[in-house]
């Protein structure tokens, strides 16, 4: 924690010209805090360094975040404005809301327009920092500092959004969290409005609550599961990708047909994945399964939908890497995105021994499976289409291998 003083200069109008040097900053960390210790003292000067490297991180959540303040962890932890915004619109029929682990405030930016609204945190820096985010982005809202493991206020509404982190290491589990699970059982026994954030990895189906589970997306990657409870549950399951705003609700037990790999490929956003929702998908396109475990599909027409992105099918081949090399450079094909699922191959390292030509239209391809056997599947991405999903797991619910992989 840092002591008061520093505190409170990192907090005023003083600061904000230190910072805005730092982030501009063109030389090493060491050379900025020797330039900044020609201004203010020592403690200060590395404070300012610290917090205006979490500005321009912070920038990927928060328009405003050169002008907010951060602690490291609450940034890491916090909901970006978009999210936040998303999810404050189902308070918007409640007289008050409170957000029981507020933090630096970015689910409180968002709610404070919607409810009036009460922030608590047992932490009081986090809350100094919150009450100064409130005044950027011009909003208000009651904080309070106090531990909800211990007493919460009564209120119409909530919204619980547990520490997932524990020794530095993210949480996936109901236990572990901070602070414990079991308040959810003591809120709803208020009979109140509840919401609660959790990591969208939890098996979400075998949850000891009947809530609705929302899965959801922003620019392509799968960041949080909420669960609505009482009267701000509207579906048994939703998936919901952003920025565009699309849900997608139905019966996650719903399978696909099985299809040959012809036509379009269809890679699932991982909202859609994780909320089991890509049987649901493939009824709402017309289309099918490449496998009844994988989550890709496959459609006679290319969909402009946010819930998936489209690819041209080129061609299927049993998988091959030296055949795969030799189809390549035989399609005059250049630069390949290597995306896998179901099969246990290092993207990397087939992109690697592939040896793409520097020149050549870009290629898609898939490595998967089709009944037992390895295929890939040539595809290029279609012109407009959202970008795939990098980096998540993304396959269907019991299948083989939960990842997909693409590189560049």
Known sequence: ML????????LSQDAEPLLALARD????PLEL??????QVAAPIASAVAEQAALQV??????????RMRFTRDALEASTGEVLARHRAQRFSAYPRVMDLTCGIGGDLLSLA??????????DLTRLRYARHNLSVHGRDAGLLCADVS????PSPAYLLDPSRRERGRRVTQLTGLEPDISLVDDLLGRRAALAVKLSPALDWGRLPWQAEAELVSYAGECREAVLWFGELSTARVRATVLPEGASLTGDPEARAPVRPPEGYLLEPDPAVVRAHMVGVLAARLGAGALDPEIAYLVADRPHETPFATAYRILEARPFGLKDLRSRLRELGRGPVVVKKRGVAYDPDEIRRRLKPQAEGPEVTVVLTRLGSKPWAILCERLSGARPGPTNQPTSAPNSRLEDTVSTK
């Open 3 to 10: 002591p008061e003083d520093v505190q409170g200069f990192l």
């Open 25 to 28: 900053f063109a030389g090493g």
């Open 33 to 38: 805090v020797e330039s900044l210790r020609r």
């Open 57 to 66: 991180r912070g920038r990927t959540k928060f328009a405003l975040a050169d």
């Open 113 to 122: 327009q919607a409810a009036d609204t009460v922030g608590i945190d047992r």
């Open 150 to 153: 211990r007493w919460v206020p």
